[in-house]
């Protein structure tokens, strides 16, 4: 006995149905107040020193771009950090307390750097020439960039041990070098002092009370090359791990008004070799374990050192290299973003991602130059959510991430929508605890639907007129083919691609009616941009 066709069909698209859960959930945005704020250039990429000899889990995925030797000329890249207009770049990494600099009185010649087997890193000290110097700030001149540069702090201090390094910095070389940056013009937003050397340190450690005489050090030398200037470049320091100790201690030393920025770095997805980075990242619950970082460095700050900010120096998810086929890929922009959004409300003024252009998480793949799918979300994060931090709260599950910004350079709210979950679907009803409008807490919108019966959605609308049709902008972002691995992102379904003269695609929301279901289907990004929402905190 045969079936009919009918219920054939449906036997075969029931269990994509079944599959699917459809739950909603409210999110109330607190417009009256910020909870915190931001640099306007929030979002910060680095770049690096390693050669391409730099090698992890028998992989070499560095190839020639590293800041002695990427190419200044490839089209892509200068059109890849104008369209940020500006983009904040940090100049470091592990090999910056290896750099030497190559100015004129230098007493003596220095090389490119190569591998060496007792060497910090596996590597022998490296040469900055000077006209490799010139030909970056050139090509930052050119493209806008902020420019962060990571100085060498270990400079005439010596082994003391297998990891701890004393002695005094000598800054000799480092003021010849920003004598001569001086001299030709070149523009530095900041210098950071060392890589990674706090706490435990990773390779090489210096004791918190010496780094914080050197940091002093250095701050009365930078006011002493910049006297003559009114722009004088912000000083940070340790670009390293945090360790409450130790960066108490550092504060305590160098005193008020040294350390302009506490930078910290983050890897919290572990090696690049895990075979579970994916699961990290979908797992709310190891999303979440960074917060206490975020939260004790912002306390420490407050107790011990009110008149410096909070950064992320550096941050590249898993470390050495990050994960083939994950850092690369849609799926890395679950954790990416959730960690902008995480850190920001945290107090954080700036995060660098590692990085630009390197290793296997990149913003821009390694051998092409074309954008990695990270990159899209960054310049998303950049246009859209401004330096107003708003408190969201949610009876929602923890796989619905949200986070809400005052929008950049306009009036409205920007809400951030990560749905972690491969299962659920989520209908988002949007109330606001502002109630200066008769709509504030209008319940509307009704929808049938065949998947889940009926749902219910909120809109604020601020003070604007029921009788007036207004919109909302919507970007929601899913991966090539659904796989969580593809350097396609979509963009309203549409691939995300560079023209066909290597320009940045036009990042174009759809328009929603405001009054319209809001959902947010499973392992997708959404932000959403509500132009009149009314927002007294971020006037």
């Not at 060498?152 to 701890?164: D, F, I, S, T």
């Not at 290597?502 to 759809?510: A, R």
Request: one cysteine or more; aromatic letters at 12%; hydrophobic letters at 35%.
């Amino acid at each position: 006995m045969g079936f009919p066709p009918f219920l054939l069909i449906f036997l075969a698209v029931c269990p994509a149905f079944l599959a699917q859960i459809v739950e909603d959930t409210a999110l109330v945005i607190d417009g009256t107040v910020k909870i915190a704020e931001t640099d306007a250039n929030y979002v910060c990429a680095t770049l690096d020193w390693w050669p391409k000899e730099k090698c992890n889990y028998n992989e070499c995925p560095w190839g020639y771009t590293s800041l002695m030797n990427l190419d200044l000329s490839h089209p892509f890249l200068a059109n890849s950090i104008q369209a940020f207009n500006p983009l904040r770049l940090r100049l470091g990494g592990s090999l910056q307390n290896r750099v030497i600099y190559d100015v004129s009185n230098l007493e003596f010649r220095c090389h490119a750097f190569t591998k060496q087997g007792d060497g910090l890193f596996g590597f022998s000290k490296g040469c900055l020439h000077m006209n490799r110097w010139d030909e970056l700030n050139s090509f930052f001149k050119k493209t806008g960039a902020l420019v962060t540069f990571g100085l060498n702090a270990l400079h005439g201090r010596q082994r003391a041990g297998k990891r701890v390094w004393g002695g005094n910095w000598d800054s000799s070389n480092a003021r010849d070098f920003i004598n001569y940056t001086i001299s030709k013009g070149y523009q530095i937003h900041s210098w950071e002092f060392g890589n990674e050397l706090s706490g435990k340190g990773i390779g090489a450690n210096v004791d918190a009370e010496q780094y914080g005489k050197d940091v002093i050090h250095l701050n009365n030398l930078i006011d002493q090359l910049y006297k003559n200037f009114q722009a004088r470049p912000l000083l940070l320091a340790p670009g390293g791990f945090y360790d409450k100790e130790w960066y108490e201690k550092l504060l305590e030393v160098s005193g008020p008004g040294t350390v302009d920025a506490l930078t910290h770095h983050i890897y919290n997805l572990g090696p690049g070799s895990d075979h579970n980075l994916v699961n990290k990242i979908l797992n709310p619950l190891h999303l979440n374990k960074i917060a206490d970082t975020f939260s004790n460095l912002s306390q420490t700050i407050e107790m011990n050192g009110p008149w410096t900010s909070a950064w992320v120096g550096e941050s590249g998810g898993a470390f050495n290299n990050g994960g083939h086929n994950v850092s690369n890929t849609f799926v890395n922009s679950f954790w990416y973003l959730d960690q902008l959004g995480m850190a920001a409300k945290y107090h954080t003024k700036v995060y660098c991602r590692q990085t630009f252009i390197g290793g296997n998480y990149g913003l821009l793949d390694t051998s092409t130059f074309i954008p990695n799918p990270d990159y899209y979300s960054a310049l998303l994060w950049h246009r859209l959510m401004g330096k107003g931090v708003l408190a969201v709260s949610s009876n929602s599950s923890s796989y619905l991430r949200s986070y809400a910004h005052c929008t950049r350079d306009r009036a409205g709210v920007t809400l951030l929508l990560i749905n972690l979950s491969n299962q659920t679907q989520y209908g988002v009803g949007i109330e606001s605890s502002v109630n200066t409008s008769s709509h504030a807490n209008e319940k509307s919108n009704y929808k049938k639907s065949f998947i889940h019966g009926l749902k219910k959605t909120f809109s604020w609308v601020g003070s604007k007129s029921s009788d007036v049709t207004l919109s909302r902008e919507e970007y929601h972002l899913t991966p090539l083919d659904g796989n969580l691995h593809s350097k396609t992102m979509l963009l309203n379904g549409l691939p995300l691609q560079l023209t066909e003269i290597g320009d940045i695609p036009s990042l174009s929301p759809v328009l929603v009616n405001i009054n319209s279901p809001i959902s947010v289907a499973p392992l997708s990004i959404k932000f959403i941009v509500f132009p009149n929402y009314n927002s007294p905190g971020c006037r």
